[in-house]
């Protein structure tokens, strides 16, 4: 299976049938995918003999009526490409300068059923994500700790009866994570053997009753460091006392 047919598999997964409506005319999420494997290849350039450099950072243009489109997808777009992004670099042997990051904008110069791609290499400090994909849809884990199940007070919640009302929890530090059953009754499993406490590696599945929970860690960019304070009248005149 390509690239792409794994692209479109993850949408269909992530839409209704009424979004897939709504894709009859103008840009499909498929036409991004490929603008930007496209931007991706044109874009690398070989800095040494084991390393090719790609761009890292993308603004898609879009029409307005295709960018409204697309906004109704919300996160769930923008997720699905950065993976393909990254899937894509990974297979050409393309390395990054920093963290993926890709921006969908309107247009108003373009018209529907086209788009630009504008990219650049940009350095970046990087800070990392912790996410859950169950069932087509991703949740950030936010919290230190998170419980998953079927009750409504679980900080995730899913419909499988097969599972307990707080039947998992998942610890994160920013680094590190951990998964700990809760005294559920049909037990947790973890890439397929019984777990009640381990660690939590990146892309492993969680299997709770008949629902599995992949967790994956992705790099985000972090905010930039904010600018110094402007200097106030105080330690202006302190500066000029010292250099009297």
Same mark, same amino acid.
């Given at each position: 299976?390509?690239?792409?047919?794994?692209?479109?598999?993850?949408?269909?997964?992530a839409?209704?049938?009424?979004?897939?409506?709504?894709?009859?005319?103008?840009?499909?999420?498929?036409?991004?995918?490929?603008?930007?494997?496209?931007?991706?290849?044109?874009k690398?350039?070989?800095? /040494?003999?084991?390393?090719?450099?790609? $761009?890292?950072?993308?603004?898609?243009?879009?029409? $307005?009526?295709?960018?409204?489109?697309m906004?109704?997808?919300?996160?769930?777009?923008?997720?699905?490409?950065?993976?393909?992004?990254?899937?894509?670099?990974?297979?050409?042997?393309?390395?990054? @300068?920093?963290?993926?990051?890709?921006?969908?904008?309107?247009?108003?110069?373009?018209?529907t059923?086209?788009?630009?791609?504008?990219?650049?290499?940009?350095?970046?400090?990087?800070?990392?994500? @912790?996410?859950?994909?169950?069932?087509?849809?991703?949740?950030?884990?936010?919290?230190?700790?998170?419980?998953?199940?079927?009750?409504?007070?679980?900080?995730? /919640?899913?419909?499988d009866?097969?599972?307990?009302?707080?039947?998992?929890?998942?610890?994160?530090?920013?680094?590190?994570?951990?998964?700990?059953?809760?005294?559920?009754?049909?037990?947790?499993?973890?890439?397929?053997?019984?777990?009640?406490?381990?660690?939590?590696? $990146?892309?492993?599945?969680?299997?709770?009753?008949?629902?599995?929970?992949?967790?994956?860690?992705?790099?985000?960019?972090a905010?930039p460091? $904010?600018?110094?304070?402007?200097?106030?009248?105080?330690?202006?005149?302190?500066?000029?006392?010292?250099?009297?």
């Amino acid at each position: 299976m390509g690239l792409l047919d794994s692209f479109e598999k993850g949408l269909e997964r992530a839409v209704n049938g009424a979004f897939a409506k709504t894709f009859r005319s103008g840009i499909q999420p498929v036409e991004i995918a490929s603008a930007l494997r496209s931007e991706l290849d044109k874009k690398a350039a070989v800095v /040494t003999r084991d390393r090719i450099l790609a $761009p890292n950072t993308f603004t898609v243009r879009l029409a $307005p009526s295709d960018s409204e489109r697309m906004s109704a997808l919300g996160s769930t777009l923008v997720d699905e490409l950065h993976d393909i992004v990254e899937k894509h670099a990974k297979t050409q042997g393309y390395s990054f @300068a920093g963290p993926v990051t890709i921006r969908l904008v309107s247009d108003e110069q373009l018209s529907t059923g086209t788009l630009r791609v504008e990219s650049q290499t940009a350095e970046g400090r990087v800070s990392w994500r @912790a996410v859950v994909d169950i069932e087509g849809k991703r949740h950030p884990l936010v919290k230190s700790r998170t419980v998953i199940g079927r009750g409504s007070d679980a900080d995730i /919640t899913i419909a499988d009866a097969g599972t307990s009302r707080k039947h998992v929890e998942i610890l994160w530090d920013g680094e590190r994570a951990m998964v700990r059953d809760m005294n559920s009754t049909n037990g947790t499993m973890l890439d397929g053997r019984k777990v009640t406490e381990a660690g939590l590696p $990146p892309d492993s599945t969680i299997r709770i009753g008949h629902t599995d929970i992949v967790f994956r860690v992705v790099a985000q960019a972090a905010p930039p460091l $904010p600018p110094p304070p402007p200097p106030t009248a105080y330690t202006q005149l302190f500066d000029q006392g010292a250099g009297s």
